[in-house]
Structures are given as structure tokens and as C-alpha cells.
């Protein structure tokens, strides 16, 4: 069965506070992994996808990593603000019928 | 900016009630999705359309029908709504099929539904 999981399920940082989040997946037949984010009470904002053959993608003081041969991926938020506070959710889309499977998120709290 | 518009943030209904939720996008995409979401299980596919008058199951359909008359419009229908249906309900739409390169869904901002 295909599943995704995401460790931890809630995490609270001092601001300043470098941090990573972990995905994990069964079954490394994937076309890409995807990172999004989701503020309270909205939809989810795509925030890096990464492709099958890349290793990592970055954006600004995000960068996400991927190792199929593990089935994991790691989030890492550099320097984290309170408006880095939000749930955060990890997609793999799967060959064979390209589904996406999510995980059930981390969400994230960084105080001020 | 690809915006994708439901048409209502919350909704209380009773049970055995018949529930429209709308969306729609205005990109012209061709995909758009039903997922639900609730506290510990991520998201959940309910139903995809990758065409008009096209649909497709996702993973838990039972209890939902959907709709696509319009390419911009994708409606999801809760013939008889029930207790357990009480969930976060989120509509995305994609140019093309999810696993093609640098493909992305993009997501309403999501409908709160209440079954009383």
C-alpha cells in the first residue's frame, strides 16, 4: 500500500531557530515529491516539487531534499520567522495510475 | 495567478440533506480534483474529472457524486449527507496530469462543511 508519513506531527521553535521536517514514503516508483504549505482555515500553497531524478530543490531559505532509494524527504526552514508558522504537507505522485498520496502534515509553531 | 474559487468558507447542513459544493478555476486547466481533508489523515481523493462530462473515483467515493458541464466548473454532490461527512472539503485544478514534469495542483481555499 502506498502511504506517506509525516514526523513530526506538531513541532514549536524559538524564532531565529534553523529546523527540518521529515516525509516519508512506501514504494520508490514516483514522478515527484512536493512540499506545500496550508494556513489555518485555507487551501494548500505549492512551496517546491521535486522531480524523481533531481536530489533537492531550493527556494529562498527552504530547501527540500529527496532519497527514493530511502523512500525520504526532509523540509529545511533556515533562520525561521513566525510567519513560517503553518502546517506543512508532503505529496508524492506515483507512476502507475499518477496518483498523489499526502501525508497528514506538521504542523509548525515558531514563537516570537 | 491561477485562482481557484469555492463557492462558499463554511456550511452547516443536516443530515439527509442534499449538499452542492461548488468550484471553480479560471486557468483553463484541464484536471480539477475533490479532496477531503481531515485532522490526521492528510488529504483524501474523492473524485478527478480530466475532461468535461469526464470523471473519475478517487480513493473513498461513496456518498459523493460530482458534476462537470463546464470546463471551469467542477461540483461536488452529497446526495444524502451524513454525520461522517462532516470534513474539510478542498477542490484543486491542474494544467496537466499530476506526475508530468513540473506539473502542480493548484487548491481553493477550501469549504468547512458541518452535518448535523
Known amino acids: 500500500k502506498q502511504e506517506v508519513t509525516q514526523i513530526p506531527a506538531a513541532l514549536s521553535v524559538p524564532e531565529g531557530e534553523n529546523l527540518v521536517l521529515n516525509c516519508s514514503f512506501t514504494?520508490?516508483?514516483?514522478?515527484?515529491l512536493q512540499w506545500f504549505r496550508q494556513d489555518p482555515g485555507k487551501g494548500l500553497t505549492s512551496l517546491l516539487l521535486?522531480?524523481?531524478?533531481?536530489r533537492e530543490q531550493t527556494s529562498g531559505r527552504l530547501n527540500a531534499s529527496l532519497d527514493k532509494s530511502s523512500g525520504r524527504s526532509t523540509l529545511y526552514i533556515a533562520a525561521s520567522q513566525p510567519g513560517d508558522s503553518a502546517t506543512y504537507l508532503c505529496?508524492?505522485?506515483?507512476?502507475?495510475?499518477?496518483?498523489?498520496?499526502f501525508g497528514a502534515g506538521t504542523r509548525l509553531f515558531v514563537k516570537a | 495567478d491561477v485562482k481557484v474559487t469555492q463557492s462558499s468558507r463554511y456550511l452547516v447542513k443536516r443530515t439527509g440533506e442534499k449538499v452542492f459544493l461548488e468550484c471553480v478555476q479560471d486557468?483553463?486547466?484541464?484536471?480539477m480534483f475533490w479532496y477531503r481533508q481531515d485532522p490526521g489523515l492528510g488529504l483524501r481523493l474523492i473524485y478527478f474529472?480530466?475532461?468535461?462530462?469526464?470523471?473519475e473515483k478517487g480513493d473513498i467515493p461513496e456518498g459523493y457524486s460530482v458534476s462537470r458541464e463546464k470546463k471551469e466548473r467542477f461540483s461536488l454532490i452529497l446526495e444524502s449527507a451524513s454525520t461522517n461527512q462532516t470534513s474539510m472539503y478542498l477542490c484543486?485544478?491542474?494544467?496537466?496530469?499530476?506526475?508530468?514534469?513540473?506539473?502542480?495542483?493548484?487548491f481553493g481555499p477550501g469549504t468547512r462543511l458541518l452535518v448535523l
Open positions: 521535486i522531480q524523481s531524478s533531481q
Open positions: 486557468m483553463d486547466h484541464e484536471n
Open positions: 514504494d520508490s516508483a514516483i514522478y515527484n
Open positions: 505529496a508524492v505522485t506515483y507512476t502507475g495510475g499518477f496518483k498523489t498520496i
Open positions: 484543486a485544478s491542474s494544467l496537466l496530469f499530476p506526475g508530468v514534469k513540473g506539473e502542480t495542483q493548484y
Open positions: 474529472s480530466y475532461d468535461v462530462k469526464m470523471k
